[in-house]
């Protein structure tokens, strides 16, 4: 891509005339001074499509899920490779075949994202003049399902499929989280690193943070409130802000935690050092702390999981669905569960709760005479 990826980083001053010098110079303006790309090159479309629909977002948006629409941004181009298209062969066909090829060969969730991506490609060549058709009309998602579920075949022969919730209960988790310590094979900083793997197993379990909020934890992330009480400031999805309190026994583990490492136990908001960092082969722990990546935390989880022998799918994402749950199983509030979790709408938490109630209604059954 060339320059006009900089435009963002202009001042307000000069960002208003160098967009329309370049605009102009490259007749990209209709008679309305409305952005047109009509005649405009395959390359154009595409940079003004990352530029205005997928950059100015990203902003907020996850390195996660930054990846992710790099993923269907690919997909899409390898599909119009492989079939000799541009994007100017576009038409009825190719959005109905591709549409055909995504829903066949990717996971619900997967496919709807997927064709998300290209409906708003096909939006914005529509409102550019790039395409004289609202050729996303013809874009059919699949059904998404409600809630965190993995969908497995029962048989090869068989149509019918078996569901499996994406969490634990409350004996597994714990007995999991014992594991964690016990996957250290260093010798150098074992301590330390038996205390850091069993403090993230309490943090995902007993706080609901996202992997991506764990890791991005600081010692300066942590305040005492008024009362006394533990509490983390999150940076979560959106760059939303939010506040979560910390168990007790979880901030024992978190002090302990830090003693190992020869670091204060004393809260300083000013520290921005990770709190989880790489500890292996290193002499000096507390000197050059790398942050923990995603990798490494997916890796400490896996090995847990296969010594403690159980469901092989279980991820660190799987400790905050468990989370969440067990809150609304215990009756704290939809509202509270909500805010806690970092949900962005009441209806994602109300997924969880009706899975509970549905749980529950052997209780309401039992109350009900059936036999004389």
């Known amino acids: 891509m060339n320059d006009l990826t900089n435009l963002p980083e202009l001042t307000n001053e000069h960002y208003l005339t160098q967009l329309q010098n370049k605009l102009a110079n490259r007749n990209l303006l ?20 990352f530029l205005e629909k997928v950059f100015t977002i990203d902003r907020s948006l996850s390195p996660h899920t930054i990846k992710a629409y790099r993923s269907d941004a690919k997909t899409l181009l390898l599909f119009l490779t492989e079939h000799s298209l541009s994007f100017r062969d576009i038409g009825f066909p190719e959005v109905k075949a591709y549409n055909k090829f995504i829903k066949e060969k990717y996971a619900s969730k997967s496919a709807i994202r997927k064709l998300e991506f290209f409906r708003r490609l096909l939006d914005f060549g529509y409102e550019t003049q790039f395409y004289k058709s609202h050729l996303s009309t013809w874009i059919s998602k699949p059904a998404a399902k409600k809630g965190h579920y993995i969908v497995e075949e029962t048989a090869a022969e068989e149509a019918q ?110 520290d921005i050092s990770p709190l989880f960092f790489a500890l292996y082969n290193k002499k000096e722990p507390h000197k050059d702390k790398r942050r923990l990546t995603y990798p490494s935390l997916y890796k400490i989880v896996k090995e847990a999981v296969h010594l403690a022998g159980k469901h092989s799918k279980v991820s660190p994402h799987w400790f905050r669905h468990t989370f969440v749950t067990m809150l609304l199983e215990n009756d704290v509030p939809l509202a509270v569960v909500k805010d806690w979790a970092g949900h962005s709408d009441i209806s994602t938490t109300n997924i969880y709760l009706e899975r509970v109630n549905q749980d529950n209604t052997h209780v309401h059954l039992q109350k009900v005479n059936l036999f004389r």
């Open 30 to 49: 209709d008679e309305n001074r409305n952005l047109s790309l009509t005649d405009s090159s395959e390359q154009d479309f595409l940079e003004f499509f």
């Open 161 to 270: 499929t078996r569901v499996q919730v994406r969490e634990l209960n409350q004996r597994d988790a714990e007995y999991l989280i014992s594991f964690l310590p016990k996957i250290v094979k260093a010798n150098r900083n074992r301590e330390q690193l038996e205390k850091r793997n069993l403090l993230i197993g309490y943090l995902l379990y007993t706080t609901g943070l996202r992997a991506s909020e764990l890791l991005s934890l600081n010692w300066g992330s942590f305040r005492y409130n008024r009362q006394g009480y533990l509490y983390a400031d999150v940076i979560g999805k959106g760059k939303k802000h939010r506040t979560i309190p910390i168990k007790e026994e979880t901030k024992e583990l978190l002090l302990d935690y830090r003693r190992s490492l020869g670091e204060s136990v004393a809260i300083d908001p000013d």
